[in-house]
Each structure stands twice: as C-alpha cells, then as structure tokens.
C-alpha cells in the first residue's frame, strides 16, 4: 500500500524519483506526488497515476538533486489532490511522504488544533508532519530530533522520508510496520519501500528494521533507533536483475509473468531437489525438521492468493504428511482468540512478505509460544526476517497486482514440503517420493505446452467477455484453484465469480445457472472425476455453458461440455501447478477484451500493509 521513493546524491532527482515511482506503482495508484529540493523546494501532486503526475508537471523540472516521492493507495481521504502526498507542514518548515496509518491520529489532530493548527487534507499523514513541525519548533532541536520525538508519539505503522527546509541537504527516513530499503551507492542514496527502484543503479542494500531512523546525507548516511541509540548499517547485496522487473517484450506485467511460471516453478525447486531425484532438501527448513516431522498440528495463515495456496497445502500435508493442518485468514486468525499450542507449527505463506494481518498473526503465534516458518518471495521483507525459519519461493518480482507466479511457486514449495515430510515421517515409500520428485521436475515443460493453448483461451474468452457473472467448480485439490480462477477473474476484469466446491453447487449456486451462466468446471481425471463429470451433467440440464479444464484426451466431459481446455497428464500431486494456469490466461484475455487495466486494477493494491 503505497510506494515510496526518495534520493540524495548528485543525479537529476526527477528522473531517479520518477522512474521509481513508475517501479512502485503496483502498491497503490490513486495519486501521485513528488518534491525536489534545490535552490527552493518544489511540490507537485495530482490524483491519478505516475503519468498523470508527469502530466500536470509539463516540463520536467531540472536542477533538483534531492527530493522525495510517493504512489498512494487511500486509507484516510478520498483520492484527489489535496490528499496526495507529499504533505507539507502548516508553516512550511517539512515535507513528508508516508506509507501506513497513524492510528491515533485523532487525538494528535485535537492536540495540533488546540495550538492553531489547521490542516488541509483529510489524512493521517498531515497530522504527522505538522507534529513534527510543532516539536521542531517549540523546541529549537534539530530536525532528526523533532522526526525522532514526533515517532514517539506515534501508534500505527509507518514508513517515511522527510525533508526540513532548514536542513534541504538531508533526508531522515524511518520505519514501523511499512517496509524501507536504503540503497547505497557512490556518494549517493537511494530510500524506496523495495529494492525495485534502486536495483538499476546499486546492488547494495541496508533493509530498516522498525524503530530505525536513517539520517542521510549525499557522502553519508547514520542509522539510529528512535530513541537515539546508534546502530551499524548491515549492508547487504541484492540478487535482482533489472530484467527480472521489466516486461520484457510482453503487454503487460501480468502476462509475462504466468509465461514465466515454466522457469519459475524450477527456479523454486532447483536445488532442493538432488541431481538424481531421489530426495529433498529444504535447507532453510534443515535446523526445524526435527520438531515439524513430529508436529501433531499445523496452521497455515495467509491472505488473498497466499490464503488460496495455504488451503492447496492443507490438502497435501495432510494426505501425504498425514499431519492435521488448519488453514486461516490472518486477518481472522490474530482478532479471534485461536488456540495456539506450543507444539504447534504456523506456516505464514505472503508473497511480499510485509502484509499487515499476516505479520500480526505471527506476532500472535509467537506470544503464544509456537514455532512460526515462512514462505515468502520477497527476499529481506518483514515476515521472513520474523519467522523462526522458512523457504523462499525464488518466483522473482511479482510486478502484476494479480499474483499468479508467486501462487504457483507457493503451491510448489509446499509440495515439496509434502513430499519431505510424508517420507521423513515414512507414509510414503522411497519409490513413490521418487515418483513424486520425478512429477515435479516434469511440470516446467507440461506448462509450457498448456501455454501454447493461449490463442485457444483467448479465443474463448471473446465469446464470454460480456458475461456478467462466473461460477468456478471443483473438488479437492481442485477446490482451491477453483476459488484461485474465481479471485483472478474479479479482480482483474471486475466480473462477479464464485468458486466452489462442486459438490456444494446443488446448496445454492444451482440456483443461479441459467443459459448465460458461464461454469468453470475444473476436471482433470482424478479420483473424484465421476462425481465431477455429475455436477457437468447437473449444469446441462439447467442450460448453463461448461468450460472445463480437463485431462489431455479426456473424451467423457469433452462430449458434454461447450469449451475445453486440455492439460497434460500429471499425477494429483502436482495437478493444481498446470490446472491453474488457464485460469489465469482466461482472466487475462477477458479482462483485456473489455478493456480492463490489467496489471493495476481498480481500488486494489500489492502489498497490503495495513489491516
Ligand atoms: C493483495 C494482493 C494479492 C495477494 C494478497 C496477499 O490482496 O493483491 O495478490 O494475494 O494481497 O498478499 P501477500 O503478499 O501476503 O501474499
């Protein structure tokens, strides 16, 4: 939820600020704004994106080699201009960018009034920068100190860079909650809430930790607690290529990156795999094996896709592993008192790694004594910096707001997962765990043939682009990827979908199907196939259209549904890796076709850090 940037050292500001904004914007597109410090300070904003802002600002300005900027996703005010960040102070002495809330910030806002301040948005952050401007004044300090001071007064989450017109050489960065990156190059420094603005220019990164402030200047920085205790900057070297968040040829980020779930679903398994696939190793799982081989519960807590990946988990652990997993919505999971063993393990799954609830609800397992892993893709983020051990997923930047590479990649490391745990606690023989790794190291080249059916899907998707309402079916492990395509189709194209266990369609959803329902039955030849070529059956009857996702030369379904769409062949355990991928083409196309924004839909943003 919004992205910051900033910059000091001896280039063009603009550019650099810009470009990262453009970089950013996946976390939050309402407004933009930018400030530059030179001879004066100049403040730009404007509703809408990063263009818009470029618009409004006509010619690019020059001159300015320090300056701040910020992409906003709305918590507090609506998006418009005079909510845009970044704020200035009543007087004038700071400027701010922020991302977070500031929870308390009522009863800062009657304090500020009572001493004649008045304020000209309707957010948060305002109230922020003119009780730092109101400390700074009051008592003659320096601007750190008066940032410093202001932070101690603060409840909520934050990350912000600020400027003071007295100090206009110096940027004063700090974090609580809301994730900030310092990029450290030759006399210069880079501050943005990820690495993907900095990564062009510097692969030397301090990651703040809460509670930090950063005073930097263009030939140094320092790094300090808020309660002014000094710390030693851990500078740490990024493994990002600036291709990795470029689009590389394709139309869209989204695009790009489900074309590129061949590589990374092997990125994510290579080299936990041995070279003759007899085993696995989970290297940042190595020190906990012990305590998760005799786990008696496991809770696994996401949101959004992570939450749709937690439950594809839950089905595999159980049946292979044989351990009872629940899976809960973070969001859920820390407000309603669970009960939380010691001998519990609590997986949080998040792609960016820095999503509020998630990061309460592990604050929660903690207190109450579990062991808490990870599995995130963002390397150095909040959740994989507090968990006791975890797994990378290695997906690279997900750029799209839609996630479908980090699902896939997700889904692949709790296979994984499965597979080791189901051999070390010996419910499966050496033989099958061998079949087993050997399906997985199959299912880069079966998705790229399910690729290839692109044009196919699109062509299906023409025909149901103006539909208004989508129901998606399927059982076991099917049922989460049903709830999968369900979620990439409303967001992205804005068509209300449901997914569903298949069996649960005749509880409710029958009602709804009629010749215009378009029904997503997804049905590879498993176990449960008869039971889902019925539910195919109960569809026809009521005149609803069948799309359905099925087993290369399935001929049972395919002699009853209106479209088909074939995957390959491919054991159970790794079925929901290939069915998944039509799903997300089918979404991408018909949200183009109608005209959709396709990587930054409406009112959504990437990483969700506040609750
Ligand atoms: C947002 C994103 C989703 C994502 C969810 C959880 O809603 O738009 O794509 O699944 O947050 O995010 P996380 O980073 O924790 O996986």
Avoid at 399 to 428: C, D, H, P, W, Y
Avoid at 550 to 570: L, R
């Amino acid at each position: 939820m919004c992205g910051i940037v900033a910059y000091n050292g001896s280039r063009d500001a603009y550019g650099v600020i810009i470009n990262g904004l453009k970089r950013l914007e996946y976390r939050g597109y309402d407004s933009a704004g930018i400030c530059l410090v030179d001879n004066d300070v100049m403040l730009y904003k404007q509703k809408g994106k990063v263009s818009d802002l470029e618009k409004h600002i006509g010619t690019r300005p020059t001159g300015g080699t320090i300056g701040i900027g910020h992409t906003r996703w709305a918590t507090h005010g609506e998006p418009n201009n005079e909510n845009a960040h970044p704020h200035a102070s009543m007087n004038g002495k700071f400027i701010i960018i922020h991302n977070g809330i500031i929870e308390n910030y009522g009863h800062l806002k009657t304090k500020l009034e009572r001493r004649g301040y008045r304020f000209e948005s309707d957010t948060d952050t305002e109230i922020l920068v003119n009780l730092i401007e109101y400390i700074y004044q009051k008592g003659n300090i320096t601007a750190e100190i008066a940032v410093r001071l202001a932070l101690t007064k603060v409840v909520g989450a934050y990350g912000i860079v600020v400027i003071c017109r007295d100090e206009p050489d110096t940027l004063i960065a700090a974090r609580k909650g809301s994730p900030l990156v310092i990029g450290v190059g030759e006399k210069e420094y880079f501050v943005a809430s990820d690495a993907t603005p900095i990564v062009e220019f510097t692969n030397s990164v301090i990651f703040l930790n809460d509670n930090d402030v950063a005073i930097i200047k263009k030939n140094e920085l320092s790094l300090k607690t808020i309660m002014n205790e000094a710390l030693e900057p851990r500078i740490q070297t990024l493994d990002l290529d600036l291709e990795e968040i470029e689009k590389n040829g394709f139309d869209h980020f989204m695009l790009k990156e489900i074309f590129e779930q061949p590589r990374s679903i092997g990125d994510t398994f290579r080299g936990r795999i041995s070279a003759d696939h007899k085993s696995i190793h989970l290297g940042g799982l190595f020190e906990v094996l012990p305590r998760l081989v005799k786990a008696k519960r496991i809770i696994i807590i996401g949101c959004g896709t992570s939450w749709h990946a937690a439950l594809v988990g839950e089905y595999l652990l159980e049946e292979f592993a044989r351990i009872s997993v629940e899976v809960e919505y973070a969001s859920e999971f820390r407000y309603r008192n669970p009960i939380i063993h010691k001998d519990d393990i609590i997986i949080a799954i998040s792609q960016s790694g820095e999503t509020a609830d998630t990061l309460a609800a592990i604050r929660l397992a903690h207190e109450a004594g579990a062991m808490v892993l990870g599995i995130c893709n963002v390397v150095g983020s909040s959740i994989p910096r507090e968990t006791d051990a975890g797994v990378y997923t290695h997906a690279g930047p997900e750029i799209g707001v839609a996630s479908t590479k980090a699902f896939t990649a997700q889904v692949t490391v709790l296979t994984l997962m499965a597979m080791l745990l189901g051999r070390e606690r010996n419910n499966i023989t050496q033989q099958r765990y061998e079949l087993l790794i050997s399906e997985m190291v199959a299912v880069p080249l079966k998705i790229e043939k399910i690729l290839e059916s692109n044009e196919k899907i699109k062509e299906i998707s023409n025909i149901f682009k103006d539909a208004t309402n989508f129901l998606y079916l399927g059982r076991g492990y099917f049922f989460p990827v049903a709830l999968e395509g369900a979620l990439k189709l409303k967001e992205i194209s804005y068509i209300h979908a449901e997914g569903y266990p298949a069996a649960e369609m005749k509880h409710g959803p029958i009602a709804l199907i009629d010749k215009n329902m378009p029904v997503v039955v997804i049905a590879p030849h498993d176990n449960s196939y008869d039971k889902v070529v019925s539910n195919v059956q109960e569809v026809k009857a009521r005149k609803g259209i069948v799309i359905a996702i099925v087993t290369e030369g399935d001929e049972v379904i395919k002699s009853m549904a209106d479209h088909v769409i074939e995957i390959p062949k491919a054991s159970e355990i790794v079925e929901t890796l290939l069915a998944v991928i039509p799903l997300q083409l089918l979404a991408y196309h018909i949200a183009l076709l109608r005209g959709c924004n396709v990587d930054q839909p409406r009112n959504l943003a990437k990483s969700v850090t506040v609750e």
